[in-house]
T-cell receptor, first 116, second 113 residues
Framework: KNQVEQSPQSLIILEGKNCTLQ??????????LRWYKQDTGRGPVSLTI?????NTKSNGRYTATLDADTKQSSLHITASQLSDSASYIC???????????????FGKGTSLLVTP | KAGVTQTPRYLIKTRGQQVTLSCSPI?????VSWYQQTPGQGLQFLFE???????NKGNFPGRFSGRQFSNSRSEMNVSTLELGDSALYLC????????????FGPGTRLTVL
């Protein structure tokens, strides 16, 4: 079972509306959680990185929240634009006792389509 | 500042062949990570290099290997290609290791026939 679950799998919203994407994880011990935006045919772009002590982090119209107790994160998009149409990927890093120091766990992503 | 560049952008190979992909990180970045992305499996971590040393490795067979040069440029090699290796291979660079923001390149689209 994947340790990072994203929902919904896909979402269609009207331009100008707000939306919230969810990321639930079972990864432990937690190190950090990242949200990426990936446009079709391009590499992902980092939106936010949050550590255990951070509850909220914003990047323009994107606001990520983290509840480390319930192991949930959300990405809220305000006043959506057509350019927000993309895949949004949640990545959770776990601390590791190995020499590597960490292990990465990926969600499958939420595909967002913003329509006029 | 120039972004992460990857070459080639597109590649077509046949089963059994080998392939080498190249990644040039942002100037000053010392960490380079490689990822495989497919529609079915999503994004998967291959390995991370920092200061010319492999620091972390994902769950991929030994056919996948890489290296990093003294100028931080990195190459990834896949030997004995299989159909399932068809994917978008992404490279990302960062100043330090996993706590830093990663900047991704556009990827290399590999098709194995």
């Amino acid at each position: 079972k994947n340790q990072v679950e994203q929902s919904p799998q896909s979402l269609i919203i009207l331009e100008g509306k707000n939306c919230t994407l969810q990321c639930n994880y079972t990864v432990s011990p937690f190190s950090n959680l990242r949200w990426y935006k990936q446009d079709t045919g391009r590499g992902p772009v980092s939106l936010t990185i949050m550590t255990f002590s951070e509850n909220t982090k914003s990047n323009g119209r994107y606001t990520a929240t983290l509840d480390a107790d319930t192991k949930q994160s959300s990405l809220h998009i305000t006043a959506s634009q057509l350019s927000d149409s993309a895949s949004y990927i949640c990545v959770v890093s776990a601390l590791s006792n190995s020499n590597s120091g960490y292990a990465l766990n990926f969600g499958k992503g939420t595909s967002l389509l913003v329509t006029p | 500042k120039a972004g992460v560049t990857q070459t080639p952008r597109y590649l077509i190979k046949t089963r059994g062949q080998q392939v080498t992909l190249s990644c040039s990180p942002i100037s000053g970045h010392r960490s380079v990570s490689w990822y495989q992305q497919t529609p079915g499996q999503g994004l998967q971590f291959l390995f991370e290099y920092f200061s010319e040393t492999q620091r972390n490795k994902g769950n991929f067979p030994g056919r996948f290997s890489g290296r990093q040069f003294s100028n931080s440029r990195s190459e990834m090699n896949v030997s004995t290609l299989e159909l399932g290796d068809s994917a978008l291979y992404l490279c990302a660079s960062s100043l330090g290791r996993f706590t830093d923001t990663q900047y991704f390149g556009p990827g290399t689209r590999l098709t194995v026939l």
